[in-house]
């Protein structure tokens, strides 16, 4: 079994940053791919960032400048570092990882989720 558990969450004004974390725990083997995920209230649940283990990244439309998103493997933790953030970030903001653990079984993990609110 393998958990992630993000931290960084917080209120925020508009144009401010935040940085979360999100690390990874258990019998893990191997991290493929990781990345960042929102979820705003009565929205469904969105692509924010992502990651792969080779370090290629893809980003949301709507972060693309503003959103930086980096990991460090010896760590097994992602980050995303949230720049001129604006009101409409606001949301849950969960992590995902694709990862083996060392039974050889291989699946996606979330974590809990964090909070993001961005007051104008």
């Known amino acids: 079994q393998a958990q992630l558990v993000e931290s960084g969450g917080g209120l925020v004004q508009s144009g401010g940053c935040l940085r979360l974390s999100c690390a990874a725990s258990g019998s893990i083997s191997s991290i493929y791919t990781m990345g960042w995920f929102r979820q705003a209230p009565g929205k469904q649940r969105e692509l924010v960032a992502v990651?792969?283990?080779?370090?290629?990244?893809n980003y949301a439309d709507s972060v693309k400048c503003r959103f930086t998103i980096s990991r460090d493997n010896a760590k097994n933790t992602v980050y995303l570092q949230m720049n001129s953030l604006e009101p409409k970030a606001t949301a849950v903001y969960y992590c995902?990882?694709?990862?083996?653990?060392?039974?050889?079984?291989?699946?996606?993990?979330w974590g809990q989720g964090t909070q993001v609110t961005v007051s104008s």
């Open positions: 995902y990882a694709d990862i083996r653990t060392s039974d050889l079984a291989r699946s996606g993990s």
């Open positions: 990651i792969s283990s080779g370090g290629s990244m």
